[in-house]
């Protein structure tokens, strides 16, 4: 069922490479971060569908809004995940999950999950390279943010910090 959501969003985002390319690079972040620290089967399965659908609010906020900041994503994603997520067969409480996360994934308070917090993890990762951030920047995030063993162990890795 994973594939045929990551083959569905490849269609979301038709003609838009840059898109499709960001929620891949989450995808894998997410996936060997949730590995690393041992997440459960399902809780893994959670993630990985959230990384996959994290910023489907885009299209909706840019149609609606001409804007697709942070907060119109976590507000417009969740009902487009969900109908996908519905129509690919994905259980209630399933979707109320990745949806919970789609929701959130640009707020770094109250974070109620191994599932969330490694989400958030994986999407800066991906980000502090795709936005050309500072050295200085990573650290920063790195030292705020990233809670994981293995997301820190990633970010200064990646970003020798």
Do not use: W
Request: hydrophobic share 40%; proline share 1%.
């Amino acid at each position: 069922m994973l594939n045929a959501l990551f083959m569905e969003m490849i269609s979301y985002y038709e003609g838009d490479a840059r898109r499709i390319q960001h929620f891949v690079k989450v995808h894998s972040f997410a996936k060997l971060i949730g590995e690393m620290e041992h997440v459960d089967e399902e809780t893994l399965k959670v993630l990985e569908a959230a990384a996959y659908v994290h910023d489907i609010g885009i299209k909706p906020a840019e149609q609606k809004y001409g804007n697709c900041n942070g907060k119109l994503q976590e507000q417009e994603g969740p009902a487009a995940a969900r109908e996908m997520l519905t129509n690919l067969g994905f259980d209630k409480k399933f979707i109320d999950r990745v949806c919970y996360l789609v929701g959130h994934h640009h707020t770094y308070t109250d974070i109620d999950g191994i599932d969330y917090q490694i989400l958030i993890e994986a999407d800066f990762l991906v980000n502090l390279y795709e936005d050309h951030l500072s050295k200085n920047t990573a650290a920063s995030v790195c030292e705020k943010i990233f809670k994981t063993q293995s997301g820190k162990q990633i970010c200064k890795l990646m970003f020798d910090c």
